[in-house]
T-cell receptor, first 115, second 113 residues
Framework: AQKVTQAQTEISVVEKEDVTLDCVYE???????LFWYKQPPSGELVFLIR??????QNEISGRYSWNFQKSTSSFNFTITASQVVDSAVYFC????????????FGGGTRLMVKP | DAGVIQSPRHEVTEMGQEVTLRCKPI?????LFWYRQTMMRGLELLIY????????DSGMPEDRFSAKMPNASFSTLKIQPSEPRDSAVYFC???????????FGPGTRLTVL
């Protein structure tokens, strides 16, 4: 069975600090897909990134970067020079190749960026 | 594209009443998903469709919940009769192809009194 753990329920930082959100997953499948979503205070879920299990290259998009390490079953998300607008709940999610399109979400990490 | 459209955005009803939530997926997407979000249980997948056919409904909590997708551009999630514990935010999402990103609607906040 697939499982996603986000051990940090809440993180508070001051603007311009770097922050890393942890995500650890469990799966028996060799082919799987990892995702991050952002849920701002307005409530919608915004897609950020998708990685497949065969692509361990780190990805950078502006102030956002993702570190995928199969050896530790982790897919961590770092925000560099955080801004108040980054305040949101961030969800990590997993889908297994053999589970159709079913996404399993972690419990989410609430990030608060203070000015 | 307009994105995934859900209606209503807010629904307040009394216990025992029937509730119908509606979703219009992004045009061209062949997968549609219904999720429920609560503080206690987080984000849960209720059911998903592929090409209008229900594929997995194992997340539907009980027989009071039903979902349909009569065509590629419309789906409903119905709760009959509703109970206070059904209070949650219900999200609809759509996606194209297997294991690709899902795009979420704004959600329907349901309150059952």
């Amino acid at each position: 069975a697939q499982k996603v753990t986000q051990a940090q329920t809440e993180i508070s930082v001051v603007e311009k600090e770097d922050v890393t959100l942890d995500c650890v997953y469990e799966t028996r499948d060799t082919t799987y897909y990892l995702f991050w979503y952002k849920q701002p205070p307005s409530g919608e879920l915004v897609f950020l990134i998708r990685r497949n299990s065969f692509d361990e290259q780190n990805e950078i998009s502006g102030r956002y970067s993702w570190n995928f390490q199969k050896s530790t079953s982790s897919f961590n998300f770092t925000i560099t020079a955080s801004q108040v607008v980054d305040s949101a709940v961030y969800f990590c999610a997993l889908s297994e190749n053999n589970a159709g399109n079913m996404l399993t979400f972690g419990g989410g990490t609430r990030l608060m960026v203070k000015p | 594209d307009a994105g995934v459209i859900q209606s209503p955005r807010h629904e307040v009803t009394e216990m025992g009443q029937e509730v119908t939530l509606r979703c219009k997926p992004i045009s061209g997407h062949d997968y549609l998903f219904w999720y429920r979000q609560t503080m206690m249980r987080g984000l849960e997948l209720l059911i998903y469709f592929n090409n209008n056919v229900p594929i997995d409904d194992s997340g539907m909590p009980e027989d009071r919940f039903s979902a349909k997708m009569p065509n590629a551009s419309f789906s409903t999630l119905k709760i009959q009769p509703s109970e206070p514990r059904d209070s949650a935010v219900y999200f609809c999402a759509s996606g194209q192809g297997g294991n690709n990103e899902q795009f979420f609607g704004p959600g329907t906040r349901l309150t059952v009194l």
